[in-house]
């Protein structure tokens, strides 16, 4: 999902790079609250995590690539605002030192995985938690469908952005149906990782995992 340089317009570009700025100063200002002394390193092993996995790229259609997020696993283990960052760490250190996606470009790729791939995939998991039963074990469930959900809406978020300022001349329907397409595919991969690493984390570390804080519900089952 790295958009190489020219693929979008300049304005289009420079506005989605203004959104993506005010985004991570909020961010900044969020995670001064929920970062703390356990959770830092935390936050380092997920973004070095993520930045792994989000190097092995694949081509998708109309020059673009495809790749696991990790924006929904960030989320539920360090929290949206945490998440934000590192994500946008990731992706700021991928465009500059491998070239992976346009510098140019920057802006879009923050504001479709490091804004809508995080906080829609913990507002999918928050919905998935409260549908599901008030235990431990339904919390990697409950990340594996906002995992699942990101990365899909990542996906149309850069269709989006194509739609307004693309200059390929691919067509719009052509983009959203290569890109939606791989994406809902890879959004079961990212499901199934995300499932995986937040029970391996829980299931030793529980007090860590920003996605299952010690609500009243939380505590009573602990005590059980």
Known sequence: MHIPDGFIDLPTSATF??????????????????LDEKSAPLAGLTATFIFAV???????????????IGGALAAILVGPYVATLALSVVLIMQAFLFADGGLSALG??????????VWVGYGAFLTARKVLPKQK??????AAVGAFISVPV????????????????YSVT????????THLLIGIGE???????????????PDLVY?????????????A
């Open 174 to 181: 052509t983009v959203l149906a290569g890109m939606v397409g």
């Open 17 to 34: 790079g203004a959104i993506a700025a005010a985004g991570i100063a909020l961010s900044l200002k969020g995670a001064r609250e929920s």
């Open 191 to 205: 499901a199934v990782i995300t499932s995986l690493a937040v029970s391996a984390v829980i299931a030793s570390r």
């Open 137 to 142: 074990t339904s919390i990697p469930v409950a």
């Open 211 to 223: 996605g299952w804080k010690p609500t009243t519900s939380n505590l009573e089952i602990r005590k």
């Open 108 to 117: 879009l790729s923050i504001f479709n995985m490091s804004l809508l791939g």
């Open 54 to 68: 989000q190097m092995l790229n694949f081509p998708v259609a109309a020059g673009t690539s495809g790749h696991l």
């Open 154 to 169: 990542a996906a149309i978020g850069f269709v989006g952005q194509y739609a307004i300022g693309g200059t390929a001349t």
